[in-house]
């Protein structure tokens, strides 16, 4: 694996590495706690393992966290499941969220943008007021610390102004995006009964209005627990019987006051994708993702007071909730409401021209589709302020890398960053003092052992593994909702190699220190015995200009062989002819191995994703193995379940 790139795509020069946070937080943790002055990253990422509890501790000392109540050890149970952090500290998320409004009280914390694309500046004083004034409303309805609190909301100010107010009074949150049907939302929030509901009447997506006041009747009649309602008229219409007016409650001039809560207190609760099953509700705690994303944003994403952080996310995805705390490092945070592709496919780069941003996140997805629709951000957008351009929700393809580089321009940091919703973090990725190299992700994150393991935990070096990570992380779920006994947070990470974390991807860790990511393990490719990524087949496979998208599964068969078909989505005017089924067969082999063929290649009418934009390859296996439609999949969690319909028939026929 390490020598297929050897030249790096990009490099950092001396002077950006020297500014970097991450070089001055090197020098003052060597000098003050022991940490390598010399060796670079790898060095520091070494100590950082190594000396875990002394790594958490310069965190918490660098980022000047306020304890109100002082921690016994930053460690005390170090097992996991269960590991204990900071045992007896007292804190609160949203004091640190608003400290910047302090200095800069005038500037902007937000920068809110709609499908006009023009930026509305919501400042810090600004900001600070609103969650005073709703926190101490929110306090009248009688909510307490531990009280779920609910958003059915866009990317709006609002929202950000509702989480931040909830986590003041110690209150917990949890939001979807008002394009989840019902039956999804309720999914979620059912399961954390919820005390308060904030919502709008609708949304604005793709240039038309999408009225969503049934929906909101819906869920004020199954949420049984909901105390107060609280209406924010996105299309202007008045509020519902028995609803609260946003603005009545967010009127007044009170200083927010912090409820200070312990290190492990929830902060919020956020689902899982749910394909095969009800989403697993996942509790993340106030201090674990204070100290995580401050190392997150604050040391690898490298965002300080003037920088602007925009990704292109809804309130549904762990990305929102990463992109709201980019005000923990006073950085002014870009909210887009709308649709990622309106009015044409170059939307996003627009915002990012017009707001200013100095990191660009996005997925890997909205890369490859600006690459096919030939746009070309660089030559027709201001990007100068861009340093950095990000992709996650899948592995960013090689090509993808190239076009970044030849397309936005040649002196920018590709991040390319790996994580998960169960720990709303990244586990690798960015880090703005390491070359970049086309199709791998820069290094593992610091305090975090990532490891590649082959099935009997032997750790790998340049060859295909489990990622496993060894060492507690402080943003790992403090417990999943209703999980009593804790069974099921343990049998989803956990029961493959006890006491270490399991994500559930393919990676390689190269010799350079690089990481490699390969798609789902769950639904490996594994053929004569040799497994296989489905991203690799997909990044060969989506080069073809004919092709929009493609879903590979494999199958093992009653008979004991193996069936792997390829289901590929074209472009409008193309055609599955026998020209293009040798060219997709010649691509796979020439570009992976005769292995990779598949057996089948089959044309369907749209590929089916997760409502956060994942293509589903589990639930379409089970259909495919006969398993029925409504035990396959969880019908809520789809984004088209139509398409479905045809895997189903498939098995039918197949069958």
């Known amino acids: 694996m390490s020598t297929v790139n050897p030249q790096p795509l990009w490099q950092p020069d001396p002077e950006r590495i020297a500014r970097a946070r991450i070089t001055r937080f090197q020098t003052w943790a060597a000098e003050h706690h022991g940490a390598p002055a010399e060796g670079g990253y790898a060095a520091l990422h070494r100590w950082s393992v190594d000396e ?81 004034s709703l926190a101490a409303e929110l306090r009248a309805l009688g909510v307490r610390p531990g009280d779920r609190v609910s958003g059915y909301l866009p990317n709006i100010p609002q929202a950000v102004v509702a989480l931040l107010a909830t986590a003041s009074v110690g209150g917990v949150w949890t939001s979807c995006a008002p394009d989840f049907g019902a039956r999804s939302v309720l999914d979620r929030f059912q399961q954390v009964e919820p005390v308060v509901l904030f919502t709008v009447d609708g949304y604005r997506y793709g240039g038309k209005e999408h009225d969503r006041r049934d929906t909101v009747a819906e869920l004020r009649r199954e949420l049984p627990t909901l105390r107060a309602v609280v209406h924010i008229p996105l299309l202007g219409t008045a509020a519902p019987e028995g609803a609260l007016e946003w603005e009545t409650l967010t009127g007044a001039d009170t200083d927010p006051v912090f409820e200070q809560v312990p ?31 401050l190392k997150q944003l ?57 707001t200013g941003a100095t990191l660009f996140g996005t997925s890997a997805a909205y890369v490859m589709a600006c690459r096919k629709a030939e746009v070309h951000p660089g030559r027709d957008h201001d990007l100068s302020r861009v340093a950095c351009v990000a992709t996650t929700g899948s592995p960013l393809p090689p090509d993808g890398f190239r076009w970044l580089h030849d397309e936005v321009r040649a002196d920018l940091w590709i991040a390319s960053v790996s994580g998960g919703t169960d720990v709303c973090s990244c586990f690798a990725g960015a880090v703005p003092t390491l070359p970049v190299h086309i199709g791998e992700l820069q290094a593992p994150g610091l305090g975090t052992d990532l490891q590649s393991w082959d099935p009997d935990g032997n ?10 990570v060894t060492n507690p992380m402080p943003s790992m779920p403090i417990r999943f909702w209703n999980d009593p006994d804790g069974s099921r947070y343990h049998d989803s990470y956990f029961d493959t190699y006890p006491g270490v974390w399991r994500h559930g991807d393919w990676i390689t860790l190269t010799s350079r220190g690089s990481v490699v990511i390969h798609g789902r393990s769950d639904s490996t490719l594994n053929r004569q015995g040799v497994r296989m990524g489905s991203a ?83 639930p379409v296996k089970r ?17 088209n379940l139509d398409l479905l319909h045809f895997y189903e028939d498939l098995a039918r026929k197949r069958a």
């Open 459 to 468: 750790p790998l070096t340049d060859e295909v593994g489990e990622l496993v």
């Open 298 to 354: 604050g040391l690898h994403c490298d965002l300080g007071p003037e920088d602007r952080f925009f990704w292109y996310t809804s309130t549904g995805w762990m990305m929102w909730n990463f992109l709201v705390s980019g005000l923990l490092t006073g950085t002014t945070i870009v909210l887009y409401d709308g649709s990622p592709g309106y009015p044409d496919t170059g939307a996003q780069w627009r915002v990012a021209e017009r």
């Open 52 to 132: 875990l509890d002394t790594f958490w501790k310069a965190v918490t000392e660098w980022f000047d966290v306020r304890f109100s109540s002082p921690y016994a050890r930053v460690l005390g149970d170090r097992s996991m499941p269960g590991a204990q952090w900071f045992p007896g500290a007292t804190l609160n998320y949203a004091e640190h969220a608003l400290r910047a409004a302090a200095t800069r009280a005038d500037e902007p914390a937000l920068l809110h943008v709609d499908e006009t694309h023009e930026p509305h500046p919501v400042t810090w004083a600004e900001l600070r007021r609103q969650v005073g």
């Open 263 to 293: 290190f492990d207190h929830p902060l919020w609760v956020l689902y899982s994708s749910g394909t095969t099953g009800l989403p697993k509700a996942i509790v993340q705690s106030q201090g674990g993702i204070l100290v995580e994303h």
């Open 623 to 639: 259909l495919l193995q006969g398993t029925p439609l409504e035990k396959a999949v969880n019908p809520g969690s789809i984004d």
């Open 536 to 618: 690799d087949i997909y990044e060969a496979v989506e080069r073809l200009p004919e092709i929009r998208e493609s879903l590979v599964i494999g199958i093992e068969q009653p008979d004991g062989g193996y069936w792997m078909p390829l289901f590929v989505h074209l472009v409008p005017g193309a055609t599955l002819d026998e020209t293009l089924l040798t060219r997709i067969k010649q691509t796979i082999r020439e570009q992976l191995s005769p292995r990779h063929v598949p057996d089948e290649i089959i044309q369907v009418p749209g590929i089916p994703h997760t409502l956060t934009g994942k293509r589903i390859e589990v």
